[in-house]
């Protein structure tokens, strides 16, 4: 078996807080090319709508990415990458334009707003682009994608017709919205990759929901809510919209940003699945020997659309997973093999202080055996 050249397809998501999914594909290469050096590789690192989904499309094209300068989640401006594709098609992150890692260990809760990500959009229509796909993972604000379609060119007023901040505070003198300026959609449409399903407001909403991991208290999120149903009821009437997308699945997605770009005409869709068919990773799939798919942890609720679960339904041939750590919950039965780092290291903090050098002799070990 060792004499037959083989093609193996690599296609992990992210190790989050360790390797970004290009790089935990091209370490797994190298451990699987150190016994299998003959073996031609494919990578296709994956993503499933949040962090890596801007890598993922500009590893599966070959392309490089371009950069626009936006207002981040602290108030400060930055560059932002994002990729125009051969097709016509931009791919734009909201986490790296306005993601809630740019603010390290404080929050933001009541001024933080989606206004780079609009940015970092415009800069993609100003390009040329035909069709957006954007990630919408990572949010670090409640503004219900306020500053998204502010930066878009909607006004957003009180009631003496002055322009309020896009975020929760300024929202909270909203009076309505002017969307006489908005851009247009383009002509090819707008795909947003998201598993959230919350609606956007109520006790299953953004604010109760992911309030708290962006800093909101406890006691100021019915207050959030209010100031989300203020900006959805002001949107609607502006955009005449059907009141039925404030409870749409995926409203309260990204802080209430899968309510903005629903307004705008965006369609919603589960974003593990999307992406392996956007970086045509079926057809590779189908083309492989052996594929190779992996996650920082893999528990028992990464088999409900979670990106190596999505993998292993892919493709016939065999399936390694490779996780950070893999939970006694875990149901790995999807795959030929699994191998967890932590087990490899003999401990979580072993595995974590090199993570490179376990996840390359875990590729190893799988190459060893396939």
């Not at 050096?37 to 709508?49: C, F, I, Q, S, T």
Request: glycine share 12%.
């Amino acid at each position: 078996m060792t004499g037959t050249r083989r093609r193996v397809v690599i296609c992990p998501d992210s190790f989050k807080g360790s390797l970004s999914a290009a790089e935990a594909a091209r370490v797994i290469s190298a451990g699987w090319r150190s016994v299998r050096g003959e073996d031609e590789m494919v990578l296709r690192p994956m993503a499933d709508g949040g962090e890596g989904t801007l890598d993922a499309f500009l590893a599966a094209h070959d392309a490089s990415p371009r950069t626009t300068r936006v207002t981040g989640a602290d108030g400060r401006e930055r560059d932002a990458p994002w990729a125009l594709l051969p097709d016509g098609t931009a791919v734009v992150e909201l986490g790296v334009c306005c993601g809630i890692e740019q603010l390290g260990s404080a929050r933001a809760p009541f001024t933080a707003h989606t206004g780079g990500f609009g940015q970092a959009i415009a800069a993609a229509l100003d390009a040329g682009a035909e069709r957006l796909v954007l990630g919408i993972g990572s949010s670090a604000s409640t503004d219900g994608g306020a500053g998204l379609l502010r930066a878009l060119g909607a006004r957003l007023l009180d009631a003496g017709g002055r322009e309020v901040a896009p975020s929760p505070d300024g929202l909270a003198s909203l009076a309505s919205v002017d969307l006489s300026a908005l851009r247009a959609a383009p002509a090819r449409g707008v795909l947003v990759l998201s598993d959230v399903t919350n609606p956007l407001t109520g006790p299953h909403g953004a604010a109760a929901v992911f309030g708290p991991q962006k800093g909101i208290p406890a006691e100021r999120i019915g207050e959030v809510d209010d100031v989300l149903s203020r900006w959805a009821q002001a949107l609607i009437v502006a955009a005449g919209a059907a009141d039925e997308l404030i409870t749409a699945p995926g409203a309260g997605a990204a802080g209430g940003t899968g309510f903005a770009l629903r307004v705008w005409g965006a369609d919603l869709v589960p974003g593990a699945a999307a992406v392996a068919d956007l970086i045509g990773l079926p057809a590779a799939s189908a083309a492989a020997d052996v594929v190779i798919t992996g996650e920082g942890s893999y528990d028992a609720q990464s088999a409900a659309g979670k990106v190596p679960a999505h993998v292993a339904s892919l493709s016939s041939a065999a399936t390694v997973l490779i996780a950070g750590r893999i939970t006694p919950d875990a149901d790995t039965s999807a795959f030929a093999a699994a191998l967890s780092l932590t087990e490899l290291a003999g401990s979580p903090e072993a595995s974590l202080a090199d993570p490179r050098r376990w996840l390359r002799e875990a590729a190893a070990c799988a190459a060893s055996r396939f």
